[in-house]
Structure formats: C-alpha cells, structure tokens
C-alpha cells in the first residue's frame, strides 16, 4: 500500500529503529514509547487489521505470535510479562492501518484501559 507508513517503513522509506527483521516479519520501537519496552511488531504484508485476517493467512498469524513471544522474552519481559495488544478500527484505537502488535513491557500497566 503506497500511502501506509508502515509499509514505507518496511520498504526503508521511513527510517525505524529495527530490533528484529526476517523475510515475513518487521519489529521496531514504536516512535512515542508508552513502556520501557514498547515496540510493534508488523507482518510484511499489507493486511488491514485483525478482523481482515483470512483463513489462507492462519499460519502466518501463528508465527506472528510466536515472534511476539519470542521478542518479548528477548526485551526482557520474561520474568515479570508484557502486554501484547492488537488495536483494531476506531472503536479499538488504531491509527495505522496497517496489523500491528503493540509490546510494551518494563513497568505495571494498569487494566482496564480508560
Ligand atoms: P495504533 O494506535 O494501535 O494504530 O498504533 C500505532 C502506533 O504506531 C502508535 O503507538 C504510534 O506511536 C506508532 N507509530 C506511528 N508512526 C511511527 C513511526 N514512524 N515509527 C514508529 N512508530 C510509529
Ligand atoms: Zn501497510
């Protein structure tokens, strides 16, 4: 998608601070940090939001969180946990439209969210 900046961050148009890239996944430190972990993890490939996820991309989505799992373990979350969320459309808050998975760790987060 041509006008989605996180596909211009994986085509290297927009710089990002990458902690981790293969040829299906992009994760980066998300540009207003909430956390002292807060970084997103992307699939490559342009899909919407979670609720345009389709059944040919079951796999990838495992994988996705898989990653998340393995990245939050890497960033130091191991021990005390993180929060792994996924914001969709308006009603969820989401800004890009693009998939992403949030990661934030390094502090309590409180729950419910405001
Ligand atoms: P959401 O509100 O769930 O769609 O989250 C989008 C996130 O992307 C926000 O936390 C932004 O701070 C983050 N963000 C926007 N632009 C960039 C960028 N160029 N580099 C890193 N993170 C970004
Ligand atoms: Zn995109």
Redesign the pocket.
Known sequence: MSDC?FCK?VAGE?P?KKIYEDDEFLA?????PQAPVHF?LIPKKHIRNIMELEPGDIDLAGRLLNKAQELAKEQGCTEKGARFVI?CKSHG????EHL?I?ILGGRFLSWPPG
């Open positions: 900046i961050i927009i990002s980066f430190h998300d540009i207003t997103l914001n808050g989401q800004t890009v992403h949030h």
